[in-house]
């Protein structure tokens, strides 16, 4: 059994090999006495790109919808995105807080967006824009959803950049990768938020791009089926390696919120996917 010196000086040695995140300033401009954040920087970018995409998609079979539509459209989903991730994270990770700060539900720059959330405000963003325009509500939905997973990778690089939402410990001799978080302490942890990227985003977007050069389009709700099985499968495998948030850590036995806000989305994915396979295209 080794004594307590050497105990101390393998775990050195272990500390000494791992990697040690940068530390970047999670500032990336400033503009007169304005300073621009990587996180408002992949939002900005995500829903930019994505638009782009959507113009793209709108283009190929069925072209029930036309690309100005997503013009006008962008306003909707921004608007989605940041009110329904903001409420989402009051609502589902904080509610005493701000029931006791109801003023601090506003500070977004504070941090504190949840995806679930955003999901919500998007998929009601989605159903009042396409009664607006007189379309079926999968015909938009489709195309959106197909274009999400490139604003998640962005979000989740972003969140690796700030060094937040890290992972669990490990042992930096077992996982190479493994990474020194300066707001984690001096312990070793996965790149969890490199891991949510290119789950999340990367494969989902690739798996999702396969589905409609295949003509997954064609078929109302497939492509919105696939991408809550996909993203919620893929949240809740990244969330074994992702550390619970200190404030809230485990809602049931080894079960993460993320998990648990996961599960619905898989489920109704399923349900979702099996409708739209049976229905006529």
């Known amino acids: 059994m080794a004594s307590p010196a050497e105990s101390a000086a393998s775990d050195l040695g272990t500390l000494l090999m791992a990697l040690q995140h940068p530390n970047f300033d999670p500032v990336a401009f400033s503009i007169w006495i304005f300073d621009v954040r990587w996180y408002a920087l992949a939002y900005i970018s995500g829903l930019i790109l994505a638009w782009l995409y959507c113009r793209w998609l709108s283009k190929l079979p069925p072209k029930r919808l036309k690309p100005v539509d997503f013009d006008d459209f962008l306003l909707w989903a921004t608007l989605g995105v940041v009110l329904g991730g903001r409420l989402g994270y009051v609502l589902f990770y904080k509610p005493d807080y701000y029931l ?30 396409a009664h607006s325009r007189g379309v079926s509500y999968f015909t938009l939905s489709d195309i959106v959803a197909a274009a999400t997973p490139i604003g998640l990778c962005l979000g989740r690089i972003a969140n690796f950049i ?8 490990t042992d930096s001799t077992e996982v190479p990768w493994a990474m020194v978080f300066r707001q984690g302490g001096p312990i070793a942890r996965h790149p969890s938020q490199l891991y949510e990227a290119l789950l999340e985003g990367v494969l989902l977007f690739i798996l999702l791009y396969i589905m409609v050069r295949k003509g997954a389009l064609e078929r109302t709700g497939l492509i919105s089926g696939a991408f809550m099985i996909g993203y919620g499968l893929a949240r809740i495998v990244a969330e074994f390696f992702r550390a619970p948030d200190d404030f809230l850590q485990f809602v049931l036995p080894n079960t993460t919120m993320g998990q648990v ?21």
Do not use: D, Q
Not at 112 to 124: A, C, D, E, K
């Open 261 to 281: 806000l996961s599960l619905p989305m898989v489920l109704i994915g399923i349900g979702l996917t099996i409708w739209a396979l049976r229905r006529k295209a």
């Open 100 to 129: 006791a700060n109801p003023l601090e539900v506003i500070f977004i720059w504070h941090g504190g967006m949840s995806f679930h959330g955003g999901l919500l405000g998007v998929v009601t963003a989605v159903g009042l824009f």
């Open 162 to 169: 700030n060094g937040e939402l890290y992972g669990r410990t």
